[in-house]
């Protein structure tokens, strides 16, 4: 029920950001829109926690900032690499491990390190990630530990993380 | 103090415009450090790293900017919307191209790359 209810004020507010008519008879057009996509959602069977991830939003407001100070940092050594005179860089392919369960927790934390410069996830297998790193020394199994960490907090709960 | 809020709303006012073309500006720019990195590097895996400055902070800048600009809420939320899906979207675009790259069997070059070799892989 948590997520059908998530379902239906995320599409009602991508629904009222995107038209921003008032009238009765547009409103009545997007609420019929609303009810079709919910059947529709409900008949493909994707109202769960994949489908409507909205409960967990809370934690991944928390991750958010912290993930974009991360990113920012990444794309200034990025940029420098980019730009200097001298081709520097290290490439190097790396194993990590990840303490997240879910799948949904393991996309995020693939996706958190494919966003952040200088780190792409190559291949997932069970709990184990394929990372290319632009950097060698910026690309050790030990520096994704916190990412780890804060993903699957954001995703799984506070139980994860221990 | 609702003439200093209403001066605050007029010095926002007055800021709003060149800090918004600034931004877009300061995108536009990493936008075109990330192409430079694309054409510089040496394979697909450190392309896709250049290419990811263009995707994240390059577009994020844009459309902050963008919101600035922006007359009105409306035209804010699509543009947070567009926010959204890019960032959603652009490292899983990433990811399928590295994992297509990988199961093909494409080997990245492992270790330092220095500038003469990379003059050859240019020439």
Redesign the interface.
Known sequence: MAYFLGLVLALAAFWLGMSGHNTPLILSLGGISLIVTCILAYRLDIIDREGSPYVRLVGFLLYFPWLAKEIVKANISVIRACVKADLDIAPALVKVKTICKSDLAKVTFANSITLTPGTVTVEIEGDKLLVHGLYEQDSQPEAFVEMDQRSARAIDGKGAAA | MAEFLADLHGYWEMIRFPLGALLCLGGSI?CV??T??VL??P?I??R???A??T???GAALVLFGMMLLSPGW?VI??L??ICVFI??T???A??AL??A??TAGVQ????????SE?EGEDA
């Open positions: 990493l450090i990330g430079v990195g510089r590097f394979d895996y450190t896709l790293h250049a990811s400055i995707d994240t902070s409306l939320s699509k947070f919307a960032f959603l652009s490292p899983t990433s990811h590295a994992n790259a990988h990245p070059i492992i270790g330092r790359v220095g500038t990379a």
